[in-house]
């Protein structure tokens, strides 16, 4: 994940900025669309890594639920490894 977030630096150090046209305005450039494109793809990331972290978490509860009391676990652990419920845009 480091590397993705670290990589906008050297794609935008060789991506030409927005034209203008004095008829239109500012045009989109490549600047902002690689920007986008990389906006995507980390929230992307962040979404697989969000659903692989909600299985982990279901499979530590099942063990922890054989181990320990139901009311140890739901009261104390799994509210503590849940993540929060913020959702990006294109998540199921």
Request: charged content about 20%.
């Amino acid at each position: 994940m480091n590397e993705e977030i670290d990589s906008i630096n050297q794609i935008l150090s060789t991506t030409p900025a927005g034209v203008y046209n004095d008829e239109e305005g500012v045009v989109e450039g490549g600047k902002a669309q690689v920007i986008r494109g990389w906006i995507r793809s980390v929230l992307g990331k962040i979404i697989q890594y969000k659903a692989h972290h909600q299985s982990l978490l279901n499979e530590a509860a099942t063990t922890l639920q054989l181990a320990s009391p139901n009311d140890v676990v739901l009261e104390n652990v799994l509210p503590f490894l849940e993540l929060p419920s913020y959702t990006f845009e294109g998540e199921d």
